[in-house]
């Protein structure tokens, strides 16, 4: 502020700029509609003059004290001269008639390093009872993915704190990597563990789809206090809308690409991408998009690639992803299964004998990559590896033979190698949840194992 009330012509121009550029971002009318028909998911109403994506009011009454409490609703497209919703919110109670009013503006997110240790809902809302957060920068839910001219090259590993990763998996910063899994093979303490032993600056976590009791006890178990300091968290659980459970995604990628522009290296967890992908079908089918592949119609499969490419490196910090994937009956070629394979730079398969044998973490080597593992290690780490991964599909091949007791020791040097080595290395690759793994004990234990479990000279040779 100048002294003594003067303003300069430049500070003067400045305030009229902001001035201006208040009153034009201004909805300086009221758009209002109503709605004339609610089927399903699908609301429809008369009005307002809205764009798609933009957010609106619908008023409904509440049986207790006769007020109008509002439902937000997004526009998702328009048929014959009608306007399209999706509630963001349960529809209870909406009547016939009721008013709606468009806000003139998108799902926004608030931003700031106050979001550390917080939990927020699936539309960055605070969820933890400790009240709003201040200070923040508000940014847009629907933001492009960074110029792929500008990405600069992954080229350097990223250490997670789990061996079976760092050592055989090794990831990159930037890198995007799915975790596919059914139910029950301990998928959330895998991600629990990296969000607490990962050497990135933060971690992001998004819920999707969540049963309401896993919630808690992810925070509380597989997260823990120093997990969630460190940690930004947004739920939307199963049993909220679609749009919401579909918007969490978004809003935990935003706040990740906020940190992310900060310079820093983020850890962004989504579990699942399956259940974001449900979502989209659940709204897609609800405005009137026809089905193609088992139920998804087209709208799933070009978004799920505007979601992941806004992860990854950029010319400022990193957002390293790992994304679950639900595969009904371990059947890898499911639609949703199929496509994300195709678009991440790797993939992590947990199996359910290894979880049934108590192997955890049951990651299936053999089945999983690492498309940048050999571009972040040197040519030590990945000869070791190989030598390690070597063992483990030799003695797959072999395993029924001498589990049945068929198998004479001496008839193959190459498997009498593997028996040999078996063990050693599944003591690597085993791992306590609250065990974490450095990053060079890590290194210097594979090199070890990698050279000792070497291959004999000879190949294959008969007894």
């Known amino acids: 502020m100048p002294n003594e009330g003067v303003w300069t012509t430049h500070e003067l121009s400045e305030c009229l700029a902001r001035r201006e550029r208040v009153i034009r971002s201004s909805d300086l009318v009221t758009r209002r509609g109503h709605v004339t028909r609610v089927v399903g998911l699908l609301m ?8 798609t994506g933009e957010l609106v009011r619908v008023e409904r009454a509440s049986s207790v004290t006769g007020a109008a409490t509002p439902v937000l609703a997004e526009v998702v497209g328009f048929r014959d001269g009608r306007v399209l919703l999706l509630p963001l919110e349960n529809t209870d109670r909406l009547t016939a008639g009721a008013v709606v009013t468009a806000t003139g503006r998108h799902l926004e997110v608030g931003c700031g390093t106050e979001l550390l240790g917080r939990v927020f809902d699936g539309l960055g809302r605070p969820f933890d009872g400790r009240g709003p957060v201040r200070g923040v920068q508000w940014r847009s839910a629907e933001a492009p993915a960074p110029d792929p001219m500008t990405r600069p090259r992954i080229d350097q590993a990223l250490p997670v704190g789990v061996r079976a990763i760092d050592g055989l998996l090794t990831c990159g910063k930037g890198q995007r990597l799915g975790i596919f899994a059914g139910s029950g093979v301990g998928k959330s303490t895998l991600l629990g563990m990296l969000c607490r032993h990962t050497a990135a600056d933060v971690a992001v976590v998004a819920l999707v789809g969540e049963r309401g009791r896993e919630v808690g006890e992810f925070i509380e178990r597989d997260l823990g ?5 460190r940690s930004v968290v947004v739920v939307a659980t199963s049993d909220q809308p679609a749009v919401t459970r579909l918007k969490a995604p978004l809003v935990a990628t935003t706040i990740a690409e906020f940190f992310r522009d900060q310079g820093l290296d983020v850890l962004l967890v989504m579990d699942s991408l399956t259940r974001f992908a449900l979502a989209l079908r659940e709204a897609g089918l609800a405005s009137g998009e026809p089905p193609t592949t088992r139920g998804y119609p087209p709208s799933v499969f070009a978004a799920l690639p505007r979601l992941l490419e806004r992860s990854g490196r950029s010319d400022r910090g990193s957002i390293t992803g790992f994304y679950t994937v639900l595969v009904e009956g371990e059947d890898m070629n499911e639609p949703i299964a199929d496509a994300v394979r195709g678009l991440l730079d790797g993939h992590i398969v947990l199996s359910r004998d290894l979880a049934a044998r108590g192997h955890y973490p049951a990651i299936d080597i053999l089945t999983s990559i690492s498309r940048l593992a050999g571009s972040v290690v040197d040519p030590e780490h990945r000869s070791a590896a190989q030598r390690v991964r070597e063992v483990l599909s030799v003695y797959q091949h072999a395993e029924d033979l001498i589990d ?3 198998y004479r020791t001496g008839s193959n040097a190459s ?9 050693p290395v599944r003591s690597f690759l085993r791992q306590a949840q609250d065990q974490p793994a450095d990053w060079s004990d890590t290194r210097r234990s594979l090199l070890a194992l990698g050279s000792s479990s070497a291959a004999p000279s000879q190949g294959a040779e008969s007894a």
């Open 404 to 406: 049945v007791g068929a």
């Open 44 to 51: 429809e109403s008369q009005g307002p003059e809205a764009e």
């Open 415 to 423: 498997i009498d190698h593997a028996m040999r080595w078996i063990e």
């Open 225 to 229: 206090p120093e997990g969630l300091a």
